[in-house]
């Protein structure tokens, strides 16, 4: 079974700091996803990457799959990131997903 | 329309009653998936329809009963619930059955409230 760690847990940062989350898996995969969960509201998917870099607005995820390792990036943060950011990855061939445990972000102004 | 819509989005009822959460989707996306997220903690994967055939039940007990009349709609019927199964359970779908193969679009989620 893959297991997923995600670092920081927790993570404070002033607006328009550069934020860096980090995710490593077990087993190799050929998708990783990076979701966002605002508090008390639903997931939302910022990113399914297998390769390279993806970029969408201020968001940025890497993923390195010799080193099983993936980042996700928010350049100029805000206080409207403040969320809890989570990494998942397929189990085997299923069609489950392991997730991490999430990291909770929060953007003071 | 890249929308997963989820109603009631709060649900309260007793452990007598009988209930039903109700997913909707209009990708066109032939997986559906219910999953329980407790507070502070990351989703469990429930139950798993692929082209409206059950393809994963995680072992989940029989008082959670999924339903899926069609390609779109996803039920879960609710009966003689326990507190303990207070959560939010939100709904999602892909393209196709695996998540190496699409994104996943979730809901907003319905929070439930066993007494």
């Known amino acids: 079974k893959n297991e997923v760690e995600q670092s920081p847990q927790n993570l404070t940062a002033q607006e328009g700091e550069f934020i860096t989350i980090n995710c490593s898996y077990s087993?190799?995969?050929?998708?990783l996803h990076w979701l966002q969960q605002h508090p008390g509201g639903g997931i939302v998917s910022l990113f399914m990457l297998s390769s390279g870099k993806k970029k969408h607005g201020r968001l940025i995820a890497t993923i390195n799959i010799q080193e099983k390792h993936s980042s996700l990036h928010i350049t100029a943060s805000h206080p409207r990131d403040s969320a809890v950011y989570i990494c998942?990855?397929?189990?085997?061939?299923?069609?489950?997903?392991?997730f991490g445990k999430g990291t909770k972000l929060t953007v003071n102004p | 329309d890249t929308e997963v819509t989820q109603t009631p989005k709060h649900l309260v009822m007793g452990m007598t009653n009988k209930k039903s959460l109700k997913c909707e989707q209009h990708?066109?996306?032939?997986?559906m998936y219910w999953y329980k997220q407790k507070a502070k903690k990351p989703p469990e994967l429930m139950f798993v329809y692929s082209y409206e055939k059950l393809s994963i039940n995680e072992s989940v007990p029989s008082r959670f009963s999924p339903e899926c009349p069609n390609s779109s709609l996803l039920n879960l019927h609710l009966h003689a619930l326990q507190p303990e199964d207070s959560a939010l359970y939100l709904c999602?779908?892909?393209?196709?059955?695996?998540?190496?193969?699409?994104?996943?679009?979730f809901g907003e989620g319905s929070r439930l409230t066993v007494l």
């Open positions: 990708m066109g996306h032939r997986a």
């Open positions: 999602a779908s892909s393209q196709r059955g695996s998540p190496s193969s699409g994104e996943l679009f």
């Open positions: 998942a990855v397929p189990e085997g061939g299923s069609e489950k997903l392991v």
């Open positions: 087993v190799g995969i050929s998708a």
